[in-house]
């Protein structure tokens, strides 16, 4: 009997020896020949997108009305042209894919960098492609068959970022829909400038943060710049179905990068790292407070200190089309006793802040003047006499003198 037992054991484990060796060779195979075969397999399922699903002509067909939305935004990809199109599917397919290599379409040089440009503009979520190189047979500035050998970025951990991302802005997004929750059609105006204002809250601007340009430094590490920023609240939107693009140009002088945002129907610009303050609350409830003028703005104002690299963008009103966002008042006038209801509905209402716009520099003087000789703590004192519990202490947060823009703290008891 116990040579049975024996027996028994000694084959059992020799099976199980065997099996062992047999998935080390399989898993050691794939990491030596860079397919990531294991974490491909199952990020692909996590990335997948409909519309780039086939790189056929008739996707592409400019007799088509145009791409459905869904989750992914697709601006660049819908001035690409039809060529540039099927060059960025492929593109996409084989990233999704973590192909190391991958075979395109023969084209030139010049539309297969244009099409590797549109899609890390349209895709944050493709974080870990951060360059490519492409063997060109023939002429590159000929139509050629191109082998694209895109440069990927911390391998081993992107299934784990990927997971993370998606747990964070799903946990974001839960929480919009709870702090929504008693209203009915709700604005995409409130989702963004709510998803922006939770941004801005977990993310301080850090010149040296780690992966900086990439949406993961803010959402997942707290510390970014401006590239990472927009990525960043770019993702958000797209989970709470908002038609974006990411924007890189100028802004003073330096290299910039902004929001392009199709909200409620209406294409504006949002700047979400010159919309955080970075400063301390003021209320007690943990809430940074948002440079406003930087938020829903149009082409015109967007101007004033900012320089997009490429004429591509949609016509934005000539006026200020979101006239309700909160808080934020518009005047071509310098009265008081027109600003008295401001503030006191503004204290009524236990707001953080209110930010009022100039129309022109005459009236922007009137109100600097204003300012000076206490003009705004007499407005402060009026709301104070109707809502006792706001502080009788006007504080000006801040003063944007290009834009025309004061913001001002309200405290409370």
Same mark, same amino acid.
């Given at each position: 009997?116990?040579?049975?037992?024996?027996?028994?054991?000694?084959?059992?484990? %020799?099976?199980?020896?065997?099996?062992?060796?047999?998935?080390?060779?399989?898993?050691?195979?794939?990491?030596?020949?860079?397919?990531?075969?294991?974490?491909?397999?199952?990020?692909?399922?996590?990335?997948?997108?409909?519309?780039?699903?086939?790189? /056929?002509?008739?996707?592409?067909?400019?007799?088509?009305?145009?791409?459905?939305?869904?989750?992914?935004?697709?601006?660049?990809?819908?001035? =690409? /042209?039809?060529?540039?199109?099927?060059?960025?599917?492929?593109?996409?397919?084989?990233?999704?894919?973590?192909?190391?290599?991958?075979?395109?379409?023969?084209?030139?040089?010049?539309?297969?960098?244009?099409?590797?440009?549109?899609?890390?503009?349209?895709?944050?979520?493709?974080? *870990?492609?951060?360059? $490519?190189?492409?063997?060109?047979?023939?002429?590159?500035?000929?139509?050629?068959?191109?082998?694209?050998?895109?440069?990927?970025?911390?391998?081993?951990?992107?299934?784990?970022?990927? $997971?993370?991302?998606?747990?964070?802005?799903?946990?974001?997004?839960?929480?919009?829909?709870?702090?929504?929750?008693?209203?009915?059609?709700?604005?995409?105006?409130?989702?963004?400038?709510?998803?922006?204002?939770?941004?801005?809250?977990?993310?301080?601007?850090?010149?040296?943060? /780690?992966?900086?340009?990439?949406?993961?430094?803010?959402?997942?590490?707290?510390?970014?710049?401006?590239?990472?920023?927009?990525?960043?609240?770019?993702?958000?939107?797209?989970?709470?179905?908002?038609?974006?693009?990411?924007?890189?140009?100028?802004?003073?002088?330096?290299?910039?990068?902004?929001?392009?945002?199709?909200?409620?129907?209406? *294409?504006?610009?949002?700047?979400?790292?010159?919309?955080?303050?970075?400063?301390?609350?003021?209320?007690?409830?943990?809430?940074?407070?948002?440079?406003?003028?930087?938020?829903?703005?149009?082409?015109?104002?967007?101007?004033?200190?900012?320089? !997009?690299?490429?004429?591509?963008?949609?016509?934005?009103?000539?006026?200020?089309?979101?006239?309700?966002?909160?808080?934020?008042?518009?005047?071509?006038? *310098?009265?008081?006793?027109?600003?008295? !209801?401001?503030?006191?509905?503004?204290?009524?209402?236990?707001?953080?802040?209110?930010? =009022?716009?100039?129309?022109?520099?005459?009236?922007?003087?009137?109100?600097?003047?204003?300012?000076?000789?206490?003009?705004?703590?007499?407005?402060?004192?009026?709301?104070?006499?109707?809502?006792?519990?706001?502080?009788?202490?006007?504080? %000006?947060?801040?003063?944007?003198? /290009?834009?025309?823009?004061?913001?001002?703290?309200?405290?409370?008891?």
């Amino acid at each position: 009997m116990k040579n049975h037992y024996f027996r028994f054991f000694f084959v059992s484990a %020799l099976l199980l020896f065997g099996l062992y060796f047999f998935l080390f060779a399989l898993f050691a195979n794939d990491a030596d020949n860079g397919s990531f075969s294991y974490i491909s397999r199952s990020l692909s399922q996590n990335i997948q997108d409909p519309l780039l699903s086939e790189p /056929s002509p008739d996707k592409v067909s400019p007799d088509q009305p145009g791409p459905a939305r869904h989750e992914y935004s697709h601006y660049y990809f819908d001035g =690409l /042209s039809d060529t540039q199109k099927i060059t960025y599917i492929e593109m996409y397919n084989g990233i999704s894919s973590l192909s190391e290599e991958f075979a395109l379409t023969p084209v030139t040089k010049d539309i297969c960098e244009t099409a590797f440009q549109a899609l890390c503009a349209d895709r944050p979520d493709l974080f *870990w492609v951060t360059s $490519f190189s492409a063997k060109y047979v023939g002429d590159p500035q000929a139509p050629s068959t191109v082998v694209l050998l895109p440069g990927y970025e911390n391998v081993k951990e992107i299934e784990q970022t990927v $997971f993370a991302l998606e747990a964070k802005r799903s946990d974001l997004l839960a929480q919009m829909n709870i702090a929504f929750s008693d209203q009915s059609n709700v604005s995409q105006q409130k989702k963004a400038q709510w998803l922006l204002q939770q941004l801005c809250n977990m993310t301080k601007y850090d010149d040296t943060a /780690s992966n900086g340009q990439q949406l993961r430094s803010a959402l997942l590490d707290g510390h970014s710049v401006c590239a990472g920023y927009t990525r960043a609240l770019q993702y958000l939107f797209m989970g709470a179905g908002i038609e974006c693009s990411f924007v890189s140009g100028t802004a003073k002088e330096e290299s910039h990068a902004w929001l392009a945002a199709n909200i409620d129907g209406n *294409w504006c610009y949002m700047d979400p790292t010159w919309s955080d303050t970075d400063c301390i609350s003021f209320n007690g409830d943990g809430n940074d407070l948002l440079h406003r003028e930087y938020i829903f703005i149009t082409g015109a104002e967007l101007a004033l200190d900012h320089t !997009p690299d490429a004429d591509i963008w949609p016509e934005t009103s000539d006026t200020v089309w979101i006239a309700d966002t909160d808080n934020i008042y518009y005047t071509d006038t *310098w009265q008081p006793e027109q600003l008295q !209801p401001i503030f006191l509905q503004s204290a009524q209402n236990h707001s953080a802040d209110i930010c =009022l716009c100039f129309s022109d520099e005459t009236v922007w003087q009137q109100a600097i003047t204003a300012m000076d000789r206490g003009d705004f703590s007499l407005l402060q004192a009026y709301a104070a006499e109707n809502v006792f519990s706001l502080v009788n202490d006007s504080v %000006l947060f801040y003063q944007n003198d /290009s834009r025309r823009v004061f913001q001002i703290i309200l405290q409370y008891q």
